[in-house]
């Protein structure tokens, strides 16, 4: 057989070994060329099959094969639904074909296995996997808004029930190390290396010659039970809420879907299960937003990113060595302790040696965690500690090519420290400073070299969230960019690139969110309603609770710097109504968590009890307004006030060139600000509203109409609406 895609080959025993190469890619994807391509083999096999004793699917690649052609499921629109149908249940035939020929089918994964390549690898009857430590193993569909559309579905609910597939692959979209694969059951063995893995492939096929799938063979019993069965049916409607539960409420299109193919394929046989798979993987296809917002963020844009979208070209790959981290506070900590973790020597400097030997405190703690979690060796664990040298010295920071400084927020104290730094480390360091809200270019100049000085802005708890805000100053050279573009991505974050403003980009548009929520309760809004606007938005944490954790003392300095500002410049401020609710909330002594009161009530321990009773009497709220309310215009209005306060601002930043980069602001948003994800980001947000940029204008017309002038769209996004324009260009990074 000669194929493009597919490579085949027949030994003298009859084993045919088929291995997934496209020549035309780094990874094997299911795009047209290869469904032709696996169909036309599966014939093949299927008239030969007196000569065939059974087959091994491998991969060239140093992956196994990386799913669906997204770029051509992105590109899908409600007309094109018969064609997906048609696609997708012609993969599917080949596919049930292969596994009912009566002969054993093999699948020897070789690294990752994602999506379409896991569905290959389970149209399989028995999967042995290498033991790579790179390789990951699931059904992430979801996480891009949509569902697994070649039998993923179906198969799991077979091989493992309902709630089990539900649960530990469909509805999060887990991506498994090949030791959690086999534990969930998705893999059978796991082989040391590459040969080892075929020659268990191949015994497997020699003691295995009547191969069937467990779904046929006879007296088979779905796992946990049909949705007939009185302990599944008892289950089932816990599945729902505990999927509300998560989403506090948004809806999400790829959950509801596969809980329904999930379930309703379950009830009948498995060629009407696939067609019933097919329904809802067209219908996210060709008719969900979400799937297309999804889709567009969290794999091309945050690809983009990755690849180092927003990095300066012509400077070599640059790699930090050893790095001085200043201050051993809660974000130097956890900055150590991410660079340790990446392989980066750290010595960590505090004012005494005992604050520095705290700030390592941390590290033990969550290694110690991951150890006995059995997340991390030993080993490993040791390592990653004896890479933090504590110290309260400038003289242990010699050879360092690179600074990171995290000690209090002060201009001088900043300058100063810098200032004692730059002689001792190495004379072309890269000097960053993790800065939430001093302007760059002004730290800069209290070093002798601007040029290398760069904002790196880390977000809190360092070890878990993904993005850094790399903030670039007047002064900042491209090579320095492009070096702290590489920094980031080293330590095995998410990059975004902006420009020193006040506030850079996330600071300045979350605000948009937060002071839309404190604007409510000024309207006499009941906070319960506030926060379930802003969950029902699809927001991870509602605006209030959000507010006090972040604490009412930095929105009051920034409103203070924005005043000035404005004077200063001669304009006209026009307060934003939420700077009443700041200052009266401070007043009241109340300014969040780590104050034991805001606009909650706290215990001792810091933990969360209740909203704080008297927000009713300080903002005269009566007790029962808005509470029921089933006025879904009210509800929409509050929802779309918080999105669009911050889709307005993220529009003005692009206006001042604060930010230049729209996937950089959609990765931006949501890693770093928790925008919701099913918006597929802020930027997204403008472009996907109902009607795109014309239908966002007429909407901001109705909202400045009714809650004031901050929602005047910009006047650089009335052009594009009046030119049938989007607001990010076609091809835009
Ligand atoms: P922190 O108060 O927990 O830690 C600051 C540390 O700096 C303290 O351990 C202090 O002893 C040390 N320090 C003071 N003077 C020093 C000196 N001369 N040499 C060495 N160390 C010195 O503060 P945190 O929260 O870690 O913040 C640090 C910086 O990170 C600030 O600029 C802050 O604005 C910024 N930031 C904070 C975020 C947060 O969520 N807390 C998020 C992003 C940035």
Redesign the pocket.
């Known amino acids: 057989m000669n194929l493009e895609t597919i490579q085949y080959n027949q030994d003298e025993n009859g084993l045919v070994t088929l291995t997934l190469d496209d020549p035309q890619q780094s990874a094997n994807t299911m795009r047209r060329q290869f469904v032709e391509d696996y169909i036309a083999v599966v014939d093949h096999i299927e008239v030969n099959k007196a000569d065939i004793s059974g087959v091994l699917i491998t991969s060239a690649k140093p992956t196994f094969f990386a799913g669906g052609d997204l770029r051509e499921l992105i590109a899908a629109t409600p007309d094109d639904a018969p064609a997906f149908v048609e696609f997708s249940n012609r993969l599917k035939r080949a596919m049930r074909a292969l596994e009912t020929l009566g002969m054993p089918v093999v699948a020897a994964i070789n690294g990752a296995a994602l999506g379409g390549g896991l569905e290959i690898a389970l149209a399989c009857h028995y999967r042995v996997a290498m033991d790579n430590p790179s390789t990951r193993i699931g059904l992430p569909e979801v996480t891009l808004g949509l569902l697994p559309g070649g039998g993923g579905v179906v198969r799991t609910v077979r091989l493992l029930g309902v709630i089990e597939a539900l649960t530990k692959v469909l509805i999060q979209g887990q991506q498994m190390r090949v030791a959690d694969a086999k534990a969930v059951g998705l893999v059978d063995e796991i082989a040391a290396d590459s040969d080892a893995m075929l020659s268990a492939g191949k015994a497997w096929i020699v003691a295995n010659p009547k191969a069937t799938q467990p779904w046929d063979a006879r007296g088979y019993k779905m796992p946990g039970g049909t949705p007939t069965h009185p302990m599944l049916a008892a289950n089932l409607p816990a599945i729902p809420a505990t999927l509300r539960a998560q989403t506090k409420g948004a809806h999400y299109d790829a959950p509801h879907h596969i809980m329904s193919a999930a379930v309703e394929g379950a009830s009948v046989d498995i060629n009407r299960a696939f067609e019933i798979e097919t329904r809802y993987f067209v219908d996210l296809v060709c008719h969900s937003p979400q799937a297309k917002n999804m889709t567009q963020a969290f794999f091309f844009d945050l690809q983009a990113i990755n690849k180092g979208g927003s990095r300066p070209d012509g400077f070599e790959r640059w790699s930090a060595t050893r790095v001085a981290v ?9 900055i150590a302790y991410q660079c340790a973790r990446s392989g980066i020597d750290v010595v960590l ?4 040696l005992e ?2 030997e ?2 390592k405190a941390y590290s033990e703690n969550l290694v110690t965690k991951a150890v006995k979690r059995g997340k991390l060796s030993q080993d490993k664990a040791n390592a990653h500690l004896n890479r933090i040298t504590p110290t ?1 010295s400038y003289e242990n920071l010699a050879g360092c090519d690179l600074v990171i ?6 201009p001088d ?2 300058k ?2 810098f200032a ?1 730094t730059e002689s001792v480390v190495a004379a072309d360091a890269l000097l960053c ?6 302007p760059i270019t002004d730290l800069a100049t209290g070093v002798s070299r601007p040029q290398d000085f760069i904002g790196l ?4 708890p360092v070890d878990k969230m993904p993005l850094v805000e790399i903030i670039v100053g007047k002064e900042t050279s491209d090579a320095a960019l492009a070096k702290a573009v590489d920094l980031v991505l080293q330590i095995g974050k998410t990059p975004i690139v902006v420009n020193d403003s006040r506030g850079f980009f996330t600071s300045r548009v979350i605000g948009g969110f937060v002071n839309e929520a404190m604007a409510m309760l000024t309207e006499g809004i009941n906070p319960v309603m506030i926060e379930r606007a802003g969950n029902q938005a699809g927001y991870p944490a509602p605006p209030l609770q959000l507010m006090d954790e972040l604490t009412l003392t930095l929105p009051a300095k920034i409103m203070a710097q924005n005043r000035a500002g404005a004077e200063a410049a001669g304009v006209e401020y026009v307060p934003h109504p939420a700077e009443t609710v700041v200052e009266q909330m401070l007043a009241a002594g109340r300014a969040g968590r780590s104050s034991g009161a805001g606009f909650y009530d706290y215990d001792e321990s810091g933990q969360r009890q209740k909203l704080w009773p008297g927000l009713f009497e300080m903002f005269g709220i009566e007790n029962d307004r808005h509470l029921q309310v089933d006025d879904e215009d009210l509800v929409k209005d509050m929802s779309e006030r918080m999105l669009f306060g911050e889709a307005i601002e993220t529009v003005k930043c692009f206006d001042e060139g604060v930010i230049t980069s729209y996937a950089d602001a959609n990765i931006g948003s949501i890693f770093g600000i928790g925008f919701p994800p099913w918006t597929g980001g802020v930027a997204q947000y403008v472009d996907q509203y109902p009607g795109g940029t014309t239908g966002f204008v007429a909407r901001c017309k109705e909202l400045s109409d009714r809650y004031g002038d901050r929602f005047i769209a910009p006047a650089s996004l009335v052009t594009k609406a009046d030119g049938g324009e989007p607001f990010r260009p076609p091809g835009a990074g």
């Open positions: 200043l201050g051993a506070g809660m974000m130097g900590a956890g400097k505090d004012v005494s604050a520095a705290k700030g309260d400084e995290a000690v209090f927020e002060s104290l900043k100063q420290v004692d400073s993790n800065t939430s809200t001093l802005h880390f977000f809190s």
